[in-house]
Antibody, heavy 121, light 111 residues
Framework: QVQLVESGGGVVQPGRSLRLSCAAS????????MHWVRQAPGKGLEWVAV????????YYEDSVKGRFTISRDNSENKLYLQMNSLRAEDTAVYYC??????????????WGQGTTVTVSS | QSVLTQPPSASGTPGQRVTISCSGS????????VFWYQQLPGTAPKLLIY???QRPSGVPDRFSGSKSGTSASLAISGLRSEDEADYYC????????????FGTGTKVTVL
């Protein structure tokens, strides 16, 4: 079945780095744009970044620009989020999600279960 | 800080109709598709409406979406207890370098 599984979350000190992964299965990964969306404790959804189906286009939310990098490996069916210079306000559950056309402005029709990132000293 | 504004809460009794509004601007709702997501407690969001008013397979026809100008709305008719959840609108925003924006979210309570 169509599935996304995130991993790589954990507790990290402010200023340090973390790399999230998202393993895709059950669909042709290389055909779809992919998003990262986060949700801080008790808060609403916040979009983080999107990458086009072939990795050629990337867009970021303003607060993560220059700190986070989205990437993908279509040969491995994996999506990544490299997070550097982490701040307390980056604490959240991070979801990866599959985009439906049009790319990158479509609906997010498949979501992972989320991985928790806690930034604390 | 979200650029799509929703009421924080909405409620109704079983069987009633509930409507949630989503207010945006010409750079997002005005020129792009609107999507609606349902998030049940403790779970990942689920796509409820795509392309303004289309329902994915498996979504009951009690849920409907509409868009007019720079605003959109989600209607839930025949409200059921399992509809108690958070609902978010979303759209692509063409301002600056482009971004996907979510609404502020609406908590629906079934009384």
């Amino acid at each position: 079945q169509v599935q996304l599984v995130e991993s790589g979350g954990g507790v990290v000190q402010p200023g340090r780095s973390l790399r999230l992964s998202c393993a895709a299965s059950g669909f042709t990964f290389s055909n779809y744009g992919m998003h990262w969306v986060r949700q801080a404790p008790g808060k609403g959804l916040e979009w983080v970044a999107v990458i086009s189906y072939d990795g050629s286009n990337k867009y970021y939310e303003d607060s993560v620009k220059g700190r986070f990098t989205i990437s993908r490996d279509n040969s491995e069916n994996k999506l990544y989020l490299q997070m550097n210079s982490l701040r307390a306000e980056d604490t959240a559950v991070y979801y990866c999600a599959k985009n439906t056309p049009p790319d990158p402005a479509g609906g997010l029709d498949v979501w992972g279960q989320g991985t928790t990132v806690t930034v604390s000293s | 800080q979200s650029v799509l504004t929703q009421p924080p809460s909405a409620s109704g009794t079983p069987g009633q109709r509930v409507t949630i509004s989503c207010s945006g601007s010409s750079s997002n709702i005005g020129y792009n598709y609107v999507f609606w997501y349902q998030q049940l407690p403790g779970t990942a969001p689920k796509l409820l409406i795509y392309s303004n008013n289309q329902r994915p397979s498996g979504v009951p026809d009690r849920f409907s979406g509409s868009k007019s100008g720079t605003s959109a709305s989600l209607a839930i008719s025949g409200l059921r207890s399992e509809d108690e959840a958070d609902y978010y609108c979303a759209a692509w925003d063409d301002s600056l370098s482009g971004s996907y924006v979510f609404g502020t979210g609406t908590k629906v309570t079934v009384l």
